[in-house]
């Protein structure tokens, strides 16, 4: 739906001055296809779908049993915490998701984290960071722009200089006053003989973010600063790198004021893709017992597939189909397992600290389809068994065609608050959230049901010996049905040698779509954020919980679309359904000048009913409701800004790898 901004824009052309109205026919044709052209420019919100992937051959069986233990099973994850899926922002697009400065936050961003904050009972984690990171100075007076950060171009290189204000960190602090965030932060490693900024920016994030602080990272893929002589000389390698960040961890030791020596994150290495070091080789090389007493966590980044340009991408449509296969998720994980398992007996959590479909923001059509939301479910669960601690999903900017959610292009977000756009991946973490639970307690393992068959996996999550909940995906797609699968579960009983323990009754939720290849017809327990530019961070519509009724020695069946993924609640001894209570906030209106207002008194706590945004709001035309409080608030450096974008002359770019 490219109609709502489109809309907003066309009022404001044709109820402001000539001047403006200027602006925009030299855009384009007439002020629609303007506007038009402003949308359908961005990564974000390319329209192209790719062509869903056959039916496999041979099928898979349609009907199969899945046989779960009293007391939980070989291979369980370590316990893991309920908000495992979180968010990596870029640096440079900060400003766009978190809001201008720490007195405007974005109220969307916040309904986004909040909505993980309910289903986990634990803030959502949240990095914010990446290559534009790499020559911050952190700066204590505030920008012209008064803005957290401020952006340089670089000729002749995508990733811009960002340095940041202090403003950023009581920013972050404040998000975490209202949903409880817990923050990742980068430090500059550009010039790495001068650790001033180091030091000075580790001790006052702590002071600052206190315990809403996990970790600093320093230096984003070492492993590729060497690669063309990009960051480093050619030949750089992890013992330059270790000796690098001694002298980091000197001038911390040396800086009284670092309260927390034991901060840091890393290696961060890219992807072990293209022949660049492995986690094996940076911890053989002495990494982790070298900095043992300043590493809070270990962390890799990785992208299935590469896209940058200097990566010679392979087409989307070509490798589509692997996305929708199990392989993919455990040939990604596996090649971690020896780090995941140095790290626990070190007592470390190991992070996925940026991933997402594909590098360099991703392929349009692939990445921003529910088989990507798909493969996220698959993904995420596979490193929880592979005894990952979190996994952050990457967010480029409008350019992107794999965020999770991405606001409105231009400055128009701070002035409308419910232009957002929902992408497919966004509903992973819903799944994943509740699949999580709220105990902290969730041990993950990867079921391989139906003889280990590639296109129907599985996964149960157990808690303190329950099992609770177990996830089915089908990856298939087949709009007749006549690839919908029954996955039969039996706990205890069948050939378990233990006594028949299945309830009888289950609950089920579902994530589905029509096609693997759809972009916003999702949904997660019959809730959706619907559209593009439709949203402000809240599901819209009623949840929907199916409920089984089980036979306690035949099972538990539960039928699996194709595609789809389900959530099954088992209400197991020890176990509950999950509420989905909606803790969400208001977005008023607001004036832009007048910054949004977060009123903690309207929360609403009914399952996403009531209040702007919902399903009964949709038949409403978005922009046409308010605009009148948009043209007044709206300036016109503000326009220009609009049709600078429009005219592909903006600075925004997609970060990522
Ligand atoms: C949308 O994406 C496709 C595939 O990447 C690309 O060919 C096309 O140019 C994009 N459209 C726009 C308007 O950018
Ligand atoms: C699967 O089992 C159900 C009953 O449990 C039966 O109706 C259906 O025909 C079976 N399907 C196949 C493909 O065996
Ligand atoms: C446990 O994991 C190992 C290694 O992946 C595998 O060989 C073994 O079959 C698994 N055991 C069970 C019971 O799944
Ligand atoms: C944030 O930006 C607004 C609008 O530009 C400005 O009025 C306010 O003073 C800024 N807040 C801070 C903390 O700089
Ligand atoms: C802010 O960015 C502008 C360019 O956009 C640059 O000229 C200026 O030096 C920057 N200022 C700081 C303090 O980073
Ligand atoms: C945000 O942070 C600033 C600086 O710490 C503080 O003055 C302000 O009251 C905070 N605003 C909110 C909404 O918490
Ligand atoms: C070192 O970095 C700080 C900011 O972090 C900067 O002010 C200073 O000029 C730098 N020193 C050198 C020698 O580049
Ligand atoms: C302070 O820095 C020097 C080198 O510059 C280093 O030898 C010393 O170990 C550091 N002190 C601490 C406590 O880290
Ligand atoms: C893990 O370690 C084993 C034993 O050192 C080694 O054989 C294997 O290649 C390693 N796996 C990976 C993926 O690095
Ligand atoms: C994860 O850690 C647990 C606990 O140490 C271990 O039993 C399990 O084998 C590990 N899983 C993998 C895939 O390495
Ligand atoms: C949601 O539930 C309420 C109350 O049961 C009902 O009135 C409303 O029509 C439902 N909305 C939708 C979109 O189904
Ligand atoms: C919108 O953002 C641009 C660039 O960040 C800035 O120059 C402009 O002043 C902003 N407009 C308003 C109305 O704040």
Redesign the pocket.
């Known amino acids: 739906m490219r109609r709502a901004l489109a809309t907003v824009l066309c009022v404001l052309a044709s109820s402001l001055s000539a001047n403006a109205v200027t602006i925009y026919t030299t855009l384009g044709s007439g002020t629609d296809t303007a506007a038009e052209a402003t949308v359908t420019g961005f990564g974000a919100y390319n329209s192209t779908a790719l062509v869903a992937p056959g039916l496999p051959n041979p099928m898979p069986p349609l009907n199969f049993t899945i046989q779960l233990y009293l007391g939980g099973m070989n291979n369980l994850s370590i316990k893991q915490a309920s908000n495992f899926m979180g968010f990596s922002i870029e640096l440079s697009v900060a400003n766009q998701y978190l809001g201008r400065n720490s007195s405007r936050v974005n109220v969307p961003f916040l309904n986004y984290l909040a909505n993980l904050r309910v289903r986990t009972g634990s803030g959502a984690v949240v990095r914010v960071g990446g290559n534009s990171q790499e020559w911050t100075?952190?700066f204590f007076t505030m920008f012209p722009n008064q803005e957290i950060i401020n952006k340089t171009i670089v000729p002749n290189t995508v990733t811009p200089q960002v340095n940041i204000d202090a403003d950023l960190f009581y920013m972050m602090n404040n998000i975490s006053s209202l949903v409880g965030t817990r923050w990742y932060g980068g430090l500059?490693f550009a010039?790495p003989?001068?650790t001033?900024?180091?030091a000075?920016?580790i001790a006052f994030a702590e002071q600052v973010l206190g315990d809403n602080l996990i970790a600093m990272q320093l230096g984003n893929e070492p492993d590729l600063f060497g690669i063309g002589a990009r960051a480093r000389p050619t030949g750089y390698s992890p013992q330059n790198f270790i000796s690098e960040t001694q002298q980091s961890v000197y001038a911390m030791g040396n800086n009284s004021a670092i309260k927390n020596q034991m901060i840091l994150l890393g290696p961060s290495i890219c992807c072990n893709i293209d022949g660049q070091w492995s986690i094996d080789q940076v911890l053989a090389a002495g990494y982790l017992t070298d900095f043992s007493a300043q590493l809070a966590q270990l962390a890799v980044q990785y992208y299935p597939n590469m896209n940058c340009a200097g990566d010679n991408p392979p087409q989307a449509q070509d490798i589509f189909a692997s996305y929708l296969m199990h392989t993919k998720a455990q040939t990604s994980v596996n090649q971690y397992l020896n780090g995941t398992a140095a790290a626990q007996v070190a007592g470390k959590p190991f992070v996925m600290f940026e991933t997402n479909t594909a590098s360099c923001a991703g392929f349009v059509g692939l990445s921003d389809s529910f088989g990507a939301a798909l493969w996220a479910v698959d993904y995420t669960l596979q490193m929880a068994y592979g005894n990952f601690s979190y996994a952050l999903f990457h967010f480029g900017g409008q350019n992107s065609a794999y965020n999770p959610f991405t606001p409105p292009p231009s400055n128009i977000s701070a002035a409308v608050g419910d232009l957002w756009s929902t992408g497919p991946v966004y509903y992973s973490t819903l799944l994943v959230s509740e699949a999580m639970g709220t105990n902290n307690a969730s041990q993950v393992v990867d079921l391989l049901p139906n003889g280990g068959n590639v296109y129907t996996p599985a996964y149960a999550i157990y808690e303190n010996g329950n099992a609770m909940r177990v996830v089915l995906i089908n990856f298939m797609n087949d709009p007749t049905g006549a690839s919908d699968y029954t996955a039969t579960i039996l706990i205890g009983g069948g050939n378990s040698n233990q006594p028949a323990s299945t309830p009888s009754t289950v609950f089920v939720r579902y994530l589905l779509a029509p096609s693997v290849t759809d972009k916003y017809n999702i949904s997660w327990a019959g809730q959706t954020f619907g559209p593009p530019f439709s949203s402000d961070g809240r599901l819209q519509g009623n949840v929907t919980t199916e409920t089984v009724q089980c036979d306690t020695v035949n099972g538990c069946p539960i039928k699996v679309k194709a595609p789809s993924a389900a959530l099954v609640f088992l209400s197991a001894p020890g176990g509950t359904m999950a509420p989905a209570p909606t803790e969400t906030f208001s977005t008023s209106w607001y004036p832009y000048n007048a910054g949004p207002v977060v009123n903690q008194a309207v929360l609403a706590t009914s399952n996403g009913r009531g209040g702007r945004g919902q399903i009964q709001d949709l038949s409403t035309s978005h922009g046409k409701a308010s605009a009148a409080d948009i043209i007044r608030s709206l300036s016109l450096p503000m326009l220009l800004t609009v049709a600078a974008i429009a005219a592909g002359a903006a600075s925004i770019l997609s970060m990522q790898r």
């Open positions: 100075q952190l500059p010039d003989t001068n001033t900024g180091i000075s920016i």
